[in-house]
């Protein structure tokens, strides 16, 4: 099992790019979390699937926020414009209890926005 | 009021003692309760979780949970170097919302 893989590892780009995150969850689970982390505020739940459906996105902190998973195991987090402040780590990870049993993050992908 | 609370530490205990790390937690209905391992640089690893009042031992680890006094801590035996990390607190409301709290540094000195 190769986990949940994302892609790619860093991505440095300028204010006002647009970002995409990409996120292939573990074969077989149904449920794929994106996170994000700064020092600040700690790892915040961005939005949440199940079956490929948008569950919770309560989380997203605006519209220059998006999120779609087109199939099982594929998912993309996107920023457009991107803002210095959306700098941080941003985690997929996945499970297949809806995270009753915790869920396996992915490496993550470390964004700077300068 | 945060969700979930964690002294954010550091910690520092010597090589071979008991490290304890403790989490409170907001909402009185939450069910499932973790603890994520995190080395610096790298992505959070679950290595604990309960889900009644008690205490639940895995290896060095044991998990406790108080649902009365919402307090769920994490107690490592025999510490190694190699435990040296960040460990965060998790909680699944019964709202089946998600959080985590900031972490707690742990260093364990040789």
């Known amino acids: 099992d190769a986990g949940v893989i994302q892609s790619p590892r860093h991505e440095v780009t300028e204010m006002g790019q647009e970002v995409t995150l990409r996120c292939k969850p573990i074969s077989g689970h149904d449920y794929l979390f994106w996170y994000r982390q700064t020092m600040m505020r700690g790892l915040e739940l961005l939005i949440y699937?199940?079956?490929?459906?948008?569950?919770?996105d309560s989380g997203m902190p605006e519209d220059r926020f998006s999120a779609k998973m087109p199939n099982a195991s594929f998912s993309t987090l996107k920023i457009q414009p991107s803002e210095p402040r959306d700098s941080a780590v941003y985690f997929c990870a996945s499970s297949s209890t809806g995270g009753a049993a915790g869920y396996t993050f992915g490496s993550g992908t470390r964004l700077t926005v300068v | 009021q945060k969700e979930v609370e964690q002294n954010s530490g550091p910690l520092s205990v010597p090589e071979g003692a008991i490290a304890s790390l403790n989490c409170t937690y907001s909402d009185r209905g939450s069910q499932s309760f973790f603890w994520y391992r995190q080395y610096s640089g790298k992505s959070p690893e679950l290595i604990m979780s309960?889900?009644?009042?008690g205490d639940k031992e895995d290896g060095r680890f044991t998990a406790q949970l108080n649902k009365a006094s919402q307090y769920v801590s994490l107690l490592i035996r025999d510490s190694q170097p190699s435990d040296s990390a960040t460990y965060l607190c998790?909680?699944?409301?019964?709202?089946?919302?998600?959080?985590f709290g900031t972490g707690t540094s742990l260093t364990v000195i040789p």
């Open positions: 699937f199940n079956n490929n459906v948008p569950i919770d």
């Open positions: 998790a909680v699944r409301s019964a709202g089946n919302q998600f959080y």
């Open positions: 309960i889900y009644s009042n």
